[in-house]
């Protein structure tokens, strides 16, 4: 498959001709820019880091329009990085091909998904349990939140209403969730009972593209529309989302090169479609990394309920070529728990009642948490 035709393959993405009219016919290239945020620097380790000990890791540093903002040194740093990413996307001089954006990518709370796989196991989760729906106590398709997913979220809530109150740190103009029903109540747990001025309300919208890397995992397969309008009524679905989920397969997973062209498909859709400056995303640890990995930015694993900001540049150039890649192949499964499963290899299954592990041409194990 060419990563040009991803969005004609998947049929679901709206066209790219809105507010940014110039991004027509045009590639965009992204940069994600350091010397902000404490997560673009190589030496911030992402294991143990959390948000809330490190202010969402914005650095304390001076900006070229400190001298006339803030010239008694009284303002915060957030009301001082707002000015300044203002000043990039509206100064005289700025060009029609660039915009910048701070995009805030929150993983979901735990799901029961996520207990599941510490109790079973990686090789277990991964070759068997991970496949059915359900252990009979408690399900995983589509998995919810736990209690505890619920307290992150909640963690996540109370620590943006203090910097709204604090340090008037900007509030977000848009608000995206993957379709999954664990990123749904986690962005409602966070946002919906916030204190929002009205040109900054909670209205979230559902973008298809926005969703865990699709394995044989039956927590990556999302529920139909009809139930997810019954499950979070008032929320709004982007143009074209369908009723029944079209990418979940059950034999086979997408490829990492798929979930990077498709994560940079939704980026395009909303850098040419959405005119706001601060967005926030709720999505999952693999698909955020996707989408970190178009952005350029370095890699910065996010454990359950964790929040990273990055300040982003998007160009707009002459389109160039495209390059071929496999979209989806066979996941490795067993018919029962495995003996064990091999990076290089796969699911070792039993003996009895074994299903050979496909050629790992794409994932014989899922390559990353959920």
Known sequence: MKASSLQALLGIAPPVMSHWNQAEDKAIQYTSVGGYFLQDDPNTNSSGFDYAEHNFGLMERKYPTDATFDPQNVKSQWERLNRWVYHLNNNCLRSEHVRYKVLFFGRHGQGYHNVAETFYGIPAWNCYWAELEGNGTIPWADALLTPAGFRESEKAKAFYETLYEQQNMPHFESYYSSPLKRCIQTANSTFASLKMPPEHAFVPTIKELLREDIS????????????????????????????KDGLWEGDKGETQEHQIAR???????????????WISVTSHSGEIGALLKALNHRPFSLSTGQIIPVLVKA?????????????????????????????????VCSTTGSVPSPTLGGRGLRRNPL
């Open 263 to 277: 994560s940079k498909t939704v980026l395009d859709d909303v850098f040419t479609n959405d005119e706001s400056t």
């Open 315 to 347: 160009e707009l150039l002459r389109p160039v070529p495209t390059t071929a890649f496999t979209g989806f192949t066979p996941e490795a499964k067993c018919k029962q728990p495995p003996v064990t499963s091999l990076p290089d290899e796969g699911c």
């Open 216 to 243: 044989i995992h039956t927590c990556d397969r999302r529920s139909t529309k009809s139930e997810l309008e019954k499950f979070m009524p008032g929320w709004r679905f982007e143009p074209n989302f369908t009723e």
